[in-house]
């Protein structure tokens, strides 16, 4: 036990050094951002493709070098954290495009962000993507671009923090392309859930909070949208979600 106990302290030492000369913002905020990774490894199939570091690949629906945000912010700190562990290597793919950032480079959806070969935006266009139902409207989104990265990416993990204007249906784009690969989802808000921008309050009765999803309670919300629709999204994703290995609230 003293061997193991001096070895933890020697570890812990090593690390806030690294997240020190890294810039995050404090060596207790790079611990707690990768607990989540560290308490599922057990997850983990026992082969990573035969790289030394299993690789664990981020998807956000923006990147704060476009437009900061608390959930982009979030996986961007959780990539470098991971970035100084001796057992993975992070990936992290953010959607980008108007009106945040410029439109995509003609023949590719993919851009790498600076210099860093394990970040990439992915363009798409407002008009590409369905509000109400989260999802493309292109499928070949899926079925060539999304397919491509994720083929060449190989990631033993897939840990993503937001789908919007990526959509629901990268989920089982994963699940068919690596079967026994794990999917994490972080829901930042109740999105895939809630019309009401994820934030699970009624429209009509002051703001109170909403306990459950309904095809009455969400149509007494969005009466203008088609009957029901807004229930079937939710379970639209619910489906999607029997997919996920962990979701995260």
Not at 31 to 37: E, G, M, Q, R
Not at 163 to 185: A, E, M
Not at 219 to 240: D, I, M, Y
């Amino acid at each position: 036990m003293a061997k193991y106990e001096q070895y933890v302290t020697e570890r812990d030492l090593e690390l806030k050094e690294a997240h020190e000369r890294l810039g995050l913002p404090s060596y207790r905020l790079g611990h707690a951002l990768t607990w989540p990774l560290r308490r599922m490894k057990k997850l983990f199939v026992s082969s990573s493709n035969g790289r030394a570091k299993k690789r664990v690949l981020y998807i956000c629906h923006n990147h704060p070098s476009v437009s900061p945000g608390g959930a982009e912010i979030y996986a961007l700190e959780l990539y470098e954290a991971v970035r100084q562990s001796d057992e993975f290597e992070p990936w992290l793919l953010a959607r980008s495009g108007q009106p945040d950032s410029a439109q995509m480079r003609p023949g590719t959806r993919l851009s790498m962000v600076g210099d860093d070969p394990n970040q990439y935006l992915f363009f798409n266009d407002l008009s590409e993507f369905d509000f109400f139902y989260g999802t493309a409207v292109d499928q070949s989104i899926y079925t060539n671009n999304l397919r491509e990265f994720l083929s060449a990416c190989q990631p033993d993990i897939v840990h993503i923090q937001h789908t919007h204007l990526l959509g629901y249906d990268v989920l089982p784009l994963i699940k068919q392309l690596f079967p026994t690969t794990p999917i994490v989802y972080t829901l930042h808000e109740y999105l895939p859930i809630c019309h009401q921008s994820g934030q699970m309050t009624r429209t009509t009765l002051g703001n109170e909070n909403c306990l459950e999803a309904s095809p009455r309670r969400c149509n007494e919300c969005f009466p203008k949208t088609v009957h029901s629709g807004t229930f079937l999204v939710s379970r639209s994703f619910s489906s999607a979600k029997s997919i996920l290995t962990r979701a995260i609230c």
